[in-house]
């Protein structure tokens, strides 16, 4: 699933919509504002979340959604482009991309390979995180356990007040520039 992220403030892509129309801005214009939208996402990615994401529940301290260097941070791009608009996509060909930005549960069959591996982490690492799981879902005559996992947001295609006064200084010095 693709993510497009297009941000409004009080009416702003409007009316750079119009003067775009009435002016032609040109490409490089927008290869700016293109670069000030993809670095505020990949900051997103490289800081957690701004405002941060909840932790980790694994207490693991790796970072949320891979980091800069995740699939998911990886897969976001420049997309579309027109005279008036520029488009960032995020999450192309990732299935857990819609859920991992708005939030969810996921509901899943245990199959007896997996607590098998439950059990296994168990042995060796001795964690009894692992063991309550593998009691939790083992195989059971009549059974099919339901693994239940609750995935809180974490929404990397948000722009900061600063993003947008970036994005506003791009244009104000491109229409200043023009007519000065």
């Known amino acids: 699933m693709d993510f497009n992220l297009e941000i409004d403030k009080q009416g702003i892509w409007q009316k750079l919509d119009v003067l775009g129309q009435r002016t032609g801005v040109p490409d490089s214009v927008w290869d700016d504002v293109g670069m000030v939208m993809l670095n505020s996402v990949m900051q ?23 980091g800069t260097g995740g699939r998911l941070a990886q897969s976001t791009r420049e997309g579309s482009r027109g005279e ?3 488009e960032i996509v995020s999450g192309q060909g990732l299935p857990y991309a819609f859920i991992q930005a708005l939030g969810g549960t996921i509901q899943q069959t245990v199959t007896p390979k997996q607590a098998g591996f439950f059990y296994a982490q168990f042995k060796e690492t001795e964690d009894e995180m692992w063991l309550a799981m593998y009691i939790k879902y083992r195989p059971r005559k009549g059974s099919i356990p339901l693994l239940v996992i609750n995935i809180d947001p974490r929404q990397w295609m948000l722009f900061q007040e600063e993003d947008v006064e970036s994005i506003l200084q791009i244009f104000t010095n491109y229409f200043l520039g023009r007519s000065g």
């Open 84 to 86: 008036t608009f520029i």
């Open 44 to 66: 997103n990615f490289a800081v957690g979340g701004r405002p941060p994401w909840p932790a980790r529940r694994d207490g693991s301290g790796k970072p949320l959604l891979g």
